[in-house]
């Protein structure tokens, strides 16, 4: 499969994230973009690795976004939990900017626990 249409970059603002739910070749996946302090775009799961809660509801602080339930922290580049009490981290999807249109491959997940 291929990027899909999340939403548009005017969408999302500096700091801040958006939920959006993209059709996978494994079905509905919640994924959350967010755009970093810098201005840059990531999109990440939507569901705390501890909780299951929705990450687009947490704060930006620089590369990482919060959990609003407990307080981890994972990096929006890589989806690592940076904090507890979550310790697994969330996938991460590419993000590619086409004009306006951000697009999301959520069959491509980079997963960081392969690495660690
Ligand atoms: S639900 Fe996210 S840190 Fe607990």
Same mark, same amino acid.
């Given at each position: 499969?291929?990027a899909?249409?999340a939403?548009?970059a #005017? $969408?999302v603002?500096?700091?801040? *994230? @958006? ?7 494994? !079905?509905?996946?919640?994924v959350?973009v967010v755009r970093?302090?810098?201005?840059d775009l990531h999109a990440i #799961? $939507?569901?705390?690795?501890?909780? *299951? @809660? ?7 602080? !620089? ?13 929006l ?15 991460v999807y590419p993000v590619t900017v086409?004009?306006?249109?951000v697009l999301v491959d959520?069959?491509a ?8």
């Amino acid at each position: 499969m291929s990027a899909r249409q999340a939403c548009l970059a #005017s $969408d999302v603002a500096v700091g801040q *994230a @958006v939920r959006v739910e993209l059709t996978g070749e494994r !079905g509905p996946i919640p994924v959350a973009v967010v755009r970093d302090d810098d201005g840059d775009l990531h999109a990440i #799961s $939507d569901l705390c690795s501890h909780g *299951a @809660v929705s990450l687009s509801d947490g704060e930006v602080e !620089g590369y990482t976004i919060e959990c609003w339930l407990h307080g981890s922290r994972f990096d929006l580049r890589t989806g690592a939990a940076l904090g507890l009490p979550a310790t697994r981290p969330v996938p991460v999807y590419p993000v590619t900017v086409d004009g306006e249109h951000v697009l999301v491959d959520v069959d491509a997940v980079h997963r960081p626990s392969e690495e660690n």
